[in-house]
């Protein structure tokens, strides 16, 4: 990547957000922030579906004539094919309008280097416990509706099977089967390891997820009060669970939202 290419350019980065959770927003923020201290953009914001400013507003905050827009979302599906789209009224990959270039990138869910991240993740959460005796269960929402969230959580399944790191490597859900509230029923491994395939530690990963898993009899009041990441392993089931933080929240995906800009932009 030539930062030089953008240094008159703006990044627009399109998370989802929420009305019920503050947090939610958060991690695209300090994504948008990382890249702005690095200064390869001339302009760095953000946008979102529950949140101000909105998808419709953003374009008209940037100045610049050239903008990439980046959605931060965990797969392709509604909001990246339909909302963003249909919100900030782009033709395609490429929407020239009002005499600026406005570039559609891919979502940051679909690059290659998510792998990666995952796999950092399941270690941090279990350094001491080895991964030849460990299931590791990468978890999405699941849903009818939406055939790409299961899709994208196979996905990763295949590719890090494919290390061979470890003996076991399932997808689970919240909402169709696999059921993750059943996770010992299809594992055979001493030690499981859960990773929740999310852009945000939100009311899933915190709250849904913990009392699925039967860490929590109910859902936790707060992101701040949980105490759900800090004691891992959980003797649940006969078997030691190691619980992780959504995947968006690592700080390696503001270098993914920068390749995706990239490999948006037309060759020099």
């Given at each position: ?128 416990v080895p991964t030849s005796e460990t299931s590791l269960l990468i978890v999405g929402h699941g849903t009818e509706l939406d055939r790409n969230s299961a899709a994208a959580a196979q996905l990763q399944v295949r590719r890090i099977a494919a290390t061979g790191l470890y003996p076991e490597v399932l997808a689970a859900y ?95």
């Open positions: 990547m030539n930062p030089s290419r953008f240094k008159n350019s703006a990044l627009v980065i399109a998370g989802h957000g929420s009305t019920l959770n503050p947090n939610s927003s958060l991690p695209t923020l300090r994504h948008a922030d990382e890249i702005r201290r690095r200064g390869v953009f001339a302009e760095v914001a953000c946008c979102f579906w529950k949140e101000e400013p909105s998808y419709r507003e953003v374009v008209r905050m940037v100045d610049s004539a050239e903008i990439f827009v980046v959605p931060n979302f965990i797969s392709e599906g509604y909001f990246t094919r339909t909302i963003i789209p249909r919100e900030m009224e782009l033709a395609g990959p490429v929407t020239k309008r009002d005499g600026r270039t406005i570039r559609y990138c891919e979502p940051t869910g679909n690059h290659p280097r998510v792998t990666n991240l995952l796999l950092a993740e399941a270690r941090a959460v279990a350094p001491v919240m909402e169709e089967a696999p059921l993750i509230r059943e996770w010992d029923l299809f594992t055979s491994q001493p030690n499981v390891v859960v990773v929740p395939f999310f852009i945000a530690d939100g009311l899933h990963s915190y709250q849904n997820i913990p009392v699925l898993l039967g860490i929590e009899d109910e859902p936790v009041a707060a992101l701040s009060q949980a105490e759900v990441f800090r004691h891992n392993p959980h003797r649940l089931r006969g078997r030691n669970l190691s619980y992780g933080s959504a995947i968006g929240t690592d700080p390696g995906f503001a270098d993914i939202i920068l390749d995706q800009a990239a490999a948006a932009a037309p060759p020099a």
